[in-house]
């Protein structure tokens, strides 16, 4: 079965650090598509970033960045020079073949001043 | 361009009643999904969709039917309320290919 795991449940950052969230994820396919999504206070679901797991080169989006190790089957997301407005639940997720989207249980990331 | 839209945002429910929550998308997607969001797991799959008329169980699908008529509507319905039905929903869409999902703002349930 195909799933995904993320071990901290919680993390704090100082504003203006570097914060890494971990990801990893179990599959027997070879092509698929990973994301990391953010769920502010808001609850609305906002797609970060995402990454083909055909591509070698590692997805980046402005101050978030990942790193992709495919063989090792990881996939953590770095937010540079956190803000305020990171804080924020963050959700790894995996699609391959198959229609469905499989989440991990995320990861709950406050920024302190 | 309205996106993902649902309704309703809140509803509190007795246990024993029905209700049917709708989702709507404006953006011609072919995929629909509800999921129900709970303390410390994530996201689960209910239902989905591949295309109008068509549906399939997801994770959790025990409790909940679903009907696509429209491409452009998703339909979550329960047919009688149980407290174990207590949860955020949320409605997300998507285009062909592996696309990223497209989410509603969620509504949230509580059944009593």
């Known amino acids: 079965a195909q799933t995904v795991t993320q071990s901290q449940p919680e993390m704090s950052v100082q504003e203006a650090e570097t914060v890494t969230l971990s990801c990893t994820y179990d599959?027997?396919?070879?092509?698929?598509?990973l994301f990391w999504y953010k769920q502010p206070p808001s609850r609305q679901m906002i797609l970060v970033i995402r990454q083909e797991a055909y591509k070698q080169q590692n997805a980046t989006e402005n101050r978030f960045s990942v790193n992709f190790q495919k063989a090792a089957k990881s996939f953590s997301l770095k937010i540079s020079d956190s803000q305020l407005g990171d804080t924020a639940m963050y959700f790894c997720?995996?699609?391959?073949?198959?229609?469905?989207?499989?989440f991990g249980t995320g990861t709950r990331l406050k920024v302190l001043a | 361009n309205a996106g993902v839209t649902q309704t309703p945002k809140f509803r509190v429910l007795k246990t024993g009643q029905s209700m049917t929550l709708l989702c709507a998308q404006d953006?011609?997607?072919?995929?629909m999904y509800w999921y129900r969001q709970d303390p410390g797991m994530g996201l689960r799959l209910i239902h989905y969709?591949?295309?109008?008329?068509?549906?399939a169980k997801g994770e959790v699908p025990d409790g909940y039917n679903v009907s696509r008529l429209k491409k452009q509507n998703f339909l979550l319905g329960l047919e009688s309320a149980a407290p174990s039905q207590t949860s955020v929903y949320f409605c997300?869409?998507?285009?062909?290919?592996?696309?990223?999902?497209?989410f509603g703002p969620g509504t949230r349930l509580t059944v009593t």
């Open positions: 969709s591949v295309g109008e008329g068509t549906t």
């Open positions: 599959t027997s396919e070879n092509n698929y598509y």
């Open positions: 953006m011609n997607h072919e995929y």
């Open positions: 997720a995996f699609i391959s073949g198959t229609y469905k989207y499989i």
């Open positions: 997300a869409s998507r285009p062909g290919g592996a696309g990223e999902q497209y």
